[in-house]
């Protein structure tokens, strides 16, 4: 492993602008990467779909042992924001790498890119025996993995994945993540003079306000969380509000269990809206499923023996943060989300220490050729 070359490599990405929907400059530099490792690269249309320039990339590399199954590696190109102008700043002394403070520095998931090409790079180096190599750098990962959602899943031949995404140390992967479901419901009351008939008008965000009172929300149980985070309405301070927007989401480990936080809330809204002669329209939308990836599986299994072999103790937990792998799942194609050392991800403090970042890509060379 080049501790240099992946150092290099780490910097010139988080200095490319990729947010989502503008990773064009940065799949144009992943294209030519990996052309220049033997990769065909196809890049699909799911730009054209999302309204942006960029599709996904998805490249094959033939293996050079037919005994050994092939392996999907995956990724997102695209980050948050504040990330146009970023820069990595390296403290050798404390061993991280940081942004500059005013923009985040794209750890997530530009770690997780670099694992992956210094992984394959070193294993072409080394001649090491190896099945077929499938590549996914993804586009839109950051809203709901909208580019890994438009992906042509018929070309995998891969029958797990491993998706270098998670916000967490070396020898961590999330074998569970939740549904995330995003709901608004509007309050249609009847609008009256405030000063001189209030009792003609109904109020709507009174009702609202009943509504969010009677609801609970936070941590509904160790796998289920629920926010109602905005709430607008009125037009006027001496008329009645014949109108009120609430929207919020709720998450959960067992997408039906989300689903019937839902429901309670609706029959919520009716009965509170009946009462008080108001009417009401709902809406919700599931943003990302919730996947659960078996840890007797042989993904798992290979990753817990790879673990093992560099000295790290394999742990599998849940993350409360959807990523492209609750996708694959709904295509039937297991996977877990490997921890590649990103932290404080989607604010400026972001960082990730040198160690975890050159460890996380000798875990991925391992599971390109950990022995049979």
Aim: net charge negative; with cysteine.
């Amino acid at each position: 492993m080049d501790r240099t070359r992946i150092t290099d490599m780490f910097t010139k990405l988080v200095e490319t602008d990729s947010i989502s929907f503008g990773e064009r400059q940065m799949a144009d530099i992943l294209t030519a990467e990996l052309e220049n490792l033997g990769f065909e690269v196809f890049e699909d249309d799911a730009g054209r779909n999302l309204g942006s320039d960029t599709g996904n990339l998805y490249a094959f590399l033939k293996g050079t042992d037919s005994s050994r199954k092939p392996v999907l590696l995956s990724a997102h190109m695209d980050t948050v924001v504040p990330g146009i102008g970023k820069k990595a700043l390296i403290d050798h002394d404390k061993g991280i790498i940081t942004s500059s403070g005013d923009t985040i520095l794209g750890a997530d998931d530009l770690a997780g890119v670099v694992q992956i090409l210094e992984a394959v790079r070193t294993v072409i180096e080394n001649g090491s025996p190896r099945g077929d190599i499938e590549i996914l750098f993804t586009v839109a990962e950051e809203v709901y993995g909208k580019g890994a959602a438009a992906f042509d899943y018929s070309r995998i031949i891969s029958d797990s994945a491993y998706v270098m995404d998670l916000s967490e140390g070396i020898g961590i992967a999330a074998v569970a993540a939740p549904s995330i479901i995003s709901f608004a419901f509007e309050i249609h009351g009847r609008s009256a003079h405030a000063g001189f008939e209030p009792e003609a008008g109904i109020n709507a965000i009174a009702v609202a306000s009943q509504i969010i009172s009677a609801t609970p929300q936070g941590r509904l149980t160790d796998d289920i969380t629920f926010n109602i985070g905005t709430i607008s309405g009125g037009s006027i301070s001496n008329i009645v509000s014949d109108s009120c927007i609430c929207k919020g989401e709720v998450r959960g480990l067992d997408h039906e269990a989300a689903c019937a936080v839902l429901d309670d809330l609706r029959n919520r809204i009716d009965r509170i809206c009946a009462e008080a002669g108001a009417k009401y329209t709902f809406s919700s939308e599931v943003m990302i499923h919730a996947y659960r990836t078996d840890e007797t599986s042989d993904v798992c299994r290979l990753f817990a023996d790879v673990c093992r072999s560099i000295g790290l103790e394999p742990v599998f937990t849940s993350t409360k943060a959807g990523s492209d792998n609750n996708i694959f799942a709904l295509h039937d194609l297991p996977g877990i989300v490997v921890g590649c050392g990103s932290r404080n991800t989607h604010t400026i403090d972001e960082y990730i220490n040198l160690d975890d970042l050159y460890k996380g890509a000798e875990l991925v060379e391992k599971l390109l050729t950990f022995p049979l």
